[in-house]
């Protein structure tokens, strides 16, 4: 990041979700530093007096949107996107109103956006063992079965933590999402995950430490480890298609079509030989068996291969840099 990028003093906006925090939120506007220039909290339908203890902090960087009901984490969040585009952020940082989430790290998180290297960027509390020691057991384990899934979903092989709400993303980026696939509720992160990798978007991990005290999760991992693997896998299909079939066709679709193809032949050959095997109570010859176990081989070599190549294809070129370059071309030509 150079001097003239800091020098520009871009306009930071952090959008809270503000439900049930009445005990935190005081506390944690109070903890924003001075160059976050707008906040936005999001009372989604509080049922305590929470968005009354956030009107007492007085500051004057904040705006207040209330919804008549609750729409979730998601609603919340994309209420304040659409608020913080229209006061014209740059970066929009995502953070909870349980105190949960240190102010300290916000240069940490919003750096990789700022120096152009990324267009999104999240919390990652697994990049230090020693810190590790404050957080759960139950969370660890949950969030590595959680992490591994949305890796295989998004196609975004090099993050960590995709269930971490700290999150930044710079507004350009905003308008290219398809706000209508993405999840109103705790799938909501996931769901952002999976939305720009099919828009090809950077994003970037960041190092934040783990900060419980008290509170209960809302989201139990266990319970996401039932309820989010049909969508991830929901996801997953649909980037497969869209991106390896429709927006191009590369060697990694021709892997995973013969891989697939290949491994169901000598699965379904070798059961089918197996149940006559079994029906007749003969032996199978030697060239049946061959038949059977040199696809599956081969077919899984390919998918092996297949997921190598993709975890190569990780989003390097920020899209920012493209969208700021277009914007600039047509205030020129206007």
């Known amino acids: 990041m150079n001097k003239n990028t800091i020098n520009q003093s871009p306009h930071i906006c952090v959008v809270i979700p503000l439900y049930k925090a009445r005990k935190h939120i005081a506390d944690v506007l109070h903890g924003l530093p001075m160059f976050v ?42 209420s304040g996107y659409k608020m913080a585009h229209a006061l014209g952020a740059e ?19 919003i750096a990789p956006i700022l120096a152009g290297t ?41 993050i960590f933590d995709p269930t971490n709400g700290y999150t930044a993303i710079h507004t350009s980026i905003i308008s290219l999402l398809d706000t209508e696939k993405l999840d109103k509720r ?10 720009l990798g099919m828009l090809r978007a ?20 266990w319970k996401a480890l039932f309820e989010f693997p049909p969508r ?9 298609i869209t991106q390896y079939y429709i927006r191009d066709f590369t060697i990694f679709s021709v892997l995973l079509l013969f891989g ?34 040199l696809p599956l081989i081969l077919g899984s070599q390919l998918l092996i291969q297949a997921m190598i190549v993709d975890v190569q294809n990780v989003p390097q070129e920020p899209l920012q840099k493209n969208v700021r370059l277009i914007e600039e071309v047509r205030s020129i030509l206007s």
């Open 118 to 158: 990324a267009d999104y960027t999240k919390g990652n509390r697994f990049l230090n063992d020693l810190q590790l020691k404050s957080m759960p057991i139950v969370r660890r384990i949950g969030n590595a079965g959680l992490s591994f899934m949305t890796k295989v979903a998004s196609g975004y092989w090099n």
């Open 260 to 293: 697939i193809f290949l491994s169901l032949f000598g699965i379904t050959f070798g059961l089918y030989h197996w149940y006559l095997s079994a029906e007749t109570a003969s032996i199978a010859s030697t060239g049946t068996v061959m038949l059977a176990v």
């Open 37 to 78: 220039k707008t906040i936005i909290v999001v009372d989604d339908c509080s049922p305590d007096d929470s968005y009354e203890c956030a009107l007492a902090v007085g500051d004057k960087r904040v705006h207040f949107i209330r919804h008549e009901y609750n729409q979730g984490v998601g609603g919340a969040v994309q």
């Open 91 to 109: 970066i929009v940082v995502k953070m909870d109103a349980d105190g949960q989430m240190d102010p300290a790290y916000l240069p940490n998180l």
């Open 186 to 195: 705790y799938f909501f992160e996931s769901s952002m995950l999976i939305e």
């Open 232 to 240: 991830l896998f929901k996801g997953f299909l649909k980037r497969l």
């Open 202 to 221: 950077v994003i970037r991990d960041v190092h934040i430490p783990a900060k419980y005290q008290n509170e209960v999760s809302s989201l139990s991992e």
